[in-house]
């Protein structure tokens, strides 16, 4: 059994943690500003001016919606929830604020989140491991750890709501870059 003294202690890690948060937040930056390879994870709706119109007379707030959405177990397995869901179209979608789409709020939340995987790739690594670690070790331990992070909770979006594998699989390639980029700098700053 390992000695709690010979773990990396938080105070440690404060550099690694905030400067692998600020490489994420560039790198993934480039990626969706720069690179642009994201631009085909959505489709533009045919006739979308008509559908807005419509779709804002209906004065629906902000929020995660479906239809058709039964409203019990039992509406769910009658004949009319079947026929509806026959007919279609079935539709999940958010609804988000009228108004500019500002980034600013976004980018605050993005890069708050950063930080909060980098201290959670601090944790497992630190109570893995000691202040001798070598590079490799540590960065596989922050690697897993991130990785799982920015990528563990994607594959779901794809398995049970739809959304397009492709869009999948590029995010869970950007969360392999943030990942990498998140153990190389716990690996190079790692207290020795």
Known sequence: MRCFATMTSFSELWLPILLSGVFVFLASSIIHMVLAWHKSDYRKIPNEDKFLD??????IPPGDYMAPRPGSRDEMRSPEFAEKCKKGPMIM???F???SMSMGRNLILWFIYTIVVSFFAAYVAGRALDRHADYLEVFRFAGVAAFLTYAGALW???IWYRRAWS???KATIDGLIYACLTAGTFGWLWPR
């Open 156 to 158: 779901p979006m794809s």
């Open 54 to 59: 419509v779709t804002r007379s209906f004065n």
């Open 97 to 99: 604020p009228p108004g």
């Open 167 to 169: 869009a999948t699989i």
């Open 93 to 95: 979608m958010t609804i």
